[in-house]
């Protein structure tokens, strides 16, 4: 008889989401220290003068759990075979593709509805030159992308799925994605996006899929900001 670790799907979520409010303070409590006692007036400054940094540190904060937690508490029996390489190559590109495209459309379908969506004043000063964006590409493209994708797919999405089922899985690991972020009026687009990095991983059985779409996404993000700053100046 298989040996079931939880008697709920319920107290695996619930691990889960304890999980990942210690990654939240964690990461928030080094931020402090990182950035010191900041005035509201000052802190979208600070933020984006120390943001490679800050990332780096997300990079730590998400990655590494992200890889323990998993390695801990997952289980590999049975676990589906990896596609090939190119199907991977080609779900994380469309993925990316499909997730850069629905968040546009959930974008406007929202601003439709009055709600307006807009990055925070920190990442609309990086956005907003050329020099900083490509000073911040190289984690806002590769870093980022693989430690998320470790912590939130890798873990939260398999261990979900492994423990309450896949609706269980898409939902927490999307909505804990979202709120991550920090952009209420933007966590439906965050929601959205996740869905689809995890339908990617959940096609291939291989976190490089989402990974990979998470990184096309990113470029094609910092990419139309480069293309919208030369068309105005």
Same mark, same amino acid.
């Given at each position: ?7 709920? +799907?319920? &107290?695996?979520? =619930?691990?889960?989401? !304890? *999980?990942?409010? #210690? ?5 928030? @409590? %080094?931020? /402090? ?31 590494? +759990?992200? &890889?323990?937690? =998993?390695?801990?508490? !997952? *289980?590999?029996? #049975? ?5 090939? @390489? %190119?199907? /991977? ?52 493209? %590769?870093? /980022? ?89």
């Amino acid at each position: 008889m298989e040996r079931t670790l939880f008697p709920s +799907p319920w &107290i695996a979520i =619930a691990e889960l989401v !304890l *999980a990942w409010a #210690g990654v939240i303070a964690v990461g928030s @409590a %080094l931020g /402090v220290l990182l950035l010191g006692l900041q005035a509201p007036d000052d802190l979208a400054a600070s933020l984006a003068a120390r943001l490679p940094w800050l990332l780096t540190l997300q990079a730590v904060v998400f990655g590494v +759990p992200g &890889i323990v937690l =998993a390695r801990r508490r !997952l *289980a590999h029996d #049975g676990q589906r075979p990896l596609s090939p @390489a %190119l199907r /991977v190559a080609l779900y994380g590109v469309g993925g990316g593709l499909a997730a850069f495209g629905a968040s546009i459309l959930v974008s406007l379908i929202l601003r439709a509805l009055g709600v307006v969506v807009e990055e925070q004043e920190w990442a609309r000063q990086v956005l907003s030159e050329p020099r900083s964006i490509l000073v911040v590409a190289p984690w806002v493209v %590769l870093i /980022v992308p693989l430690s998320e994708e470790l912590f939130f797919r890798g873990y939260v999405f398999r261990f979900a799925t492994e423990r309450a089922g896949l609706l269980a899985g898409l939902g927490v690991s999307s909505l804990l994605f979202g709120i991550s972020h920090f952009n209420l009026p933007g966590l439906p687009v965050y929601f959205v996006i996740g869905l689809v990095l995890a339908a990617a991983y959940r096609r291939t059985s291989s976190l490089a899929a989402p990974v990979l779409a998470h990184v096309t996404h990113n470029a094609l993000v910092l990419l139309t900001n480069l293309i919208a700053i030369r068309e105005l100046s």
